[in-house]
């Protein structure tokens, strides 16, 4: 056995816990073995961040995580000239160090991001799969190994905030949601320890929210927040109070709302 299939045995025994949903591990397997660059799609919280941290360490791939904001610029990924001790000197950004190092670089909700970041992807998501740095005149060649993957949540996006076409089709994509309700439980059980009968519950619970979505709620509860329910359940904070911290209150601020919500809880857990 070669060193690197060693190293990806290691990887995927330390891995973070995932349930896959359906194919999306082999699906980015391939893609990382072609050197294609993935879109994940689905709402917030669903996995796809954890999804990402799972492959880099089931590939052995370092993992560089950008989460993107208004104010993020190209420079910011590709790097900037900083003083050092009277100096001054050139700093890589994440992006750079990803395609140096052929590592696999993540930006989180990409659509947020300013306008001159997408443009500087376009040439690693072609068959030129290059960087150009025009403040050090480089022109870097993505190392093997190097993955693009990008996310974002297409429920919150408007016509000012979305990946052009131009954009959106330089990526192979794969869809998200939240996990079926089976599957839910046996994650929220293993990351948090509570057993399954009273995770059932919980999960039932984030159904119903998730069917309010468009009506009084803009988003649907995440899985992430159904395991800090169970997360604080288990250590031993009564369960409506556990909801109402974790599965109520980060919802909405609006008072009509948050009690027609608790009427919800009372229905389900009686």
């Not at 590939?59 to 003083?83: E, M, Q, S, W």
């Not at 993955?147 to 919150?156: D, I, Q």
């Not at 399954?196 to 009506?215: I, N, P, S, T």
Request: include cysteine; proline fraction near 5%.
């Amino acid at each position: 056995m070669d060193g690197s299939m060693t190293h990806q045995l290691e990887g995927a025994a330390n891995a973070p816990f995932y349930l896959p949903q359906s194919d999306e591990c082999a699906v980015f397997e391939a893609a990382h073995e072609n050197g294609l660059p993935v879109l994940l799609k689905g709402p917030t919280g669903c996995g796809k961040t954890r999804f990402v941290s799972h492959m880099a360490e089931r590939l052995g791939r370092k993992l560089y995580t950008v989460a993107c904001h208004d104010d993020l610029a190209a420079a910011d990924l590709i790097g900037r000239y900083l003083l050092k001790g009277g100096e001054t000197v050139w700093v890589d950004g994440p992006l750079t160090r990803a395609v140096r190092e052929g590592a696999i670089c993540y930006l989180d909700e990409v659509v947020e991001a300013r306008k001159d970041v997408t443009v500087v992807l376009h040439p690693l998501t072609d068959d030129r799969r290059i960087l150009p740095i025009d403040r050090t005149g480089e022109e870097l060649e993505a190392a093997p190994g190097f993955m693009l993957v990008a996310s974002y949540n297409p429920g919150y996006q408007n016509i000012l905030k979305t990946l052009k076409p131009s954009t959106r089709q330089r990526f192979i994509s794969v869809e998200f949601d939240f996990p079926k309700p089976e599957l839910e439980i046996q994650v929220v059980a293993q990351e948090t320890g509570l057993d399954e009968d009273r995770v059932r519950a919980l999960v039932r619970l984030a159904g119903k929210l998730r069917a309010l979505k468009g009506q009084d709620l803009e988003e649907g509860v995440s899985t992430r927040l159904v395991v800090y329910a169970a997360t604080l359940i288990q250590q031993g904070m009564g369960v409506e109070r556990a909801i109402l911290a974790a599965m109520i209150e980060p919802l909405s601020d609006d008072e009509d709302v948050k009690r027609g919500l608790l009427d919800l809880v009372t229905a389900v857990f009686g």
